[in-house]
């Protein structure tokens, strides 16, 4: 897609056609509001409705970047055989305060990815956002930039990122001016993440009041009474099993999507709690934060090494719980070989033991969970990001111009 094919949509049958910013994703290491940025050079005086699109989002969500204005000699427009513009900004500023010459190429996935480079986790992470952004029906306008040197020579085009562009038909669209405000909500959790953690929710709920009966049947007839016992334990075994298989079934969702979500949130990186140095430095400090020692810690977009520590080992329990919770369900369909199989374990370690570990995890799993809410209500109360209520919506709010260790600069 070029910015020439954006800037001329079809029109509706209704309404006032115009554009607006969707998704944005950046590979290269740029924040968003320096992408669009990058993707909104143009002339002082340009009428094209992608740059007004992309100005008008870069003044309301990063009130503090100004797009680049270049000369209209500087602009190499697309054309049919070359489905990409190239742009030539002068003077832009670096992050270490200088400043330099770089040749933007922005245009259609395909085309982009051809010439310019990135790592084959960045090209496959954008190549898969690009495409879902194009499903749901927005243009993704992808962008590379390539340094030019003070002989004029063009360096090699680094993949950036892409900008996803929507059609509008909207009546009554009042032009908005730039925020105001000291902070910006940024997305962070999904739609199907934040399903799995509340249907966990539900199943953890259900599994912890009926095993916890199955153990100890504080309620309901006995025979120690000399009454009937009904089938009061048959009807809590039976939504045990159920919500224990349902749990599974989450389980196994969960680790496909590891492999192949194109939220990096979701991948299988993500539950390492350790991915760097810095990590590991930053764990202690974090800790001293948590027990009131520190008033500052390290800030994450996501989960700091704590509580990613505390996240990948909770996997671990529910795998293990998962398992054993398989390993006695099979006791009692010893005439099938597969659930023979499956009970192998309780040969080597006994049925007492196996049922130990189950109950055991049971209670670590409800001391995690008063844990959780305590430091998630902790922590949003401390730093006003709306980490609770982004489990419902999927944003929180980070101050302009804080640099997170995970991700660029807010901005």
């Known amino acids: 897609m ?35 940025a990058l993707a909104a050079a143009a002339p002082a005086d340009a009428s094209d409705p992608v740059v007004k699109a992309v100005n008008k989002a870069l003044g309301s969500d990063h009130p503090g970047i100004e797009s680049p204005t270049v000369a209209g000699e500087d602009i190499d427009p697309a054309s049919p055989e070359r489905r990409y513009s190239l742009v030539r900004v002068r003077e832009l500023p670096q992050p270490d305060g200088s400043t330099r010459d770089v040749m933007v190429m922005r245009g259609e996935l395909d085309t982009v990815l051809a010439e310019a480079q990135a790592g084959r986790q960045g090209r496959a992470l954008l190549r898969k956002n690009a495409l879902h952004s194009a499903q749901s029906g927005e243009r993704p306008l992808v962008i590379a930039a390539a340094p030019i040197e003070a002989d004029g020579t063009v360096g090699t085009y680094r993949l950036q990122g892409f900008v996803g562009l929507r059609r509008v038909a909207d009546r009554h669209a009042a032009e908005e001016g730039p925020g105001e405000s000291g902070w910006t909500r940024t997305t962070l959790w999904s739609v199907s993440l934040r399903y799995q953690h509340w249907i966990n929710v539900v199943l953890i709920f259900l599994l912890s009041c009926t095993g916890y009966y199955i153990m100890d049947p504080f309620f309901g007839p006995t025979a120690h009474a000399g009454q009937s016992t009904g089938y009061l334990m048959g009807w809590v075994r039976l939504i045990h099993f159920s919500a224990g298989f349902a749990w599974l079934l989450v ?3 969960r680790l496909v999507v590891s492999f192949t979500s194109r939220d990096r949130y979701l991948r299988w990186r993500t539950l390492w709690p350790l991915k760097s140095k810095s990590d ?11 027990a009131l020692v520190s008033n500052e810690a390290p800030l994450y977009m996501a989960h700091n090494p704590l509580q990613q520590l505390a996240y990948t080992s909770l996997y671990i329990a529910g795998g293990l719980q998962m398992c054993t919770g398989l390993i006695l369900y099979g006791l009692s369909h010893q005439t099938s070989p597969f659930w023979e199989f499956i009970s192998t374990p309780v040969h080597w370690f006994g049925t007492p033991f196996v049922r130990l570990v189950h109950a055991m995890m049971m209670f670590l799993l409800w001391a995690f969970a008063i844990m959780h809410i305590y430091m998630a209500v902790r922590a949003d109360s401390l730093e006003r990001h709306g980490g609770v209520s982004s489990m419902v919506n999927g944003g929180v709010w980070l101050r302009r111009g804080s640099k997170p260790v995970d991700a660029p600069e807010v901005e």
């Open 2 to 36: 070029t910015i020439e094919e954006a800037a001329t949509p079809k029109a509706p049958a209704q309404g006032k056609v115009r554009l607006r910013v969707g998704e944005v994703l950046s590979v290269g290491g740029l924040s968003h509001g320096r992408l669009m």
């Open 251 to 253: 389980g196994a969702t």
């Open 280 to 290: 590991v430095r930053n764990l202690g400090k974090v800790a001293k934060h948590y």
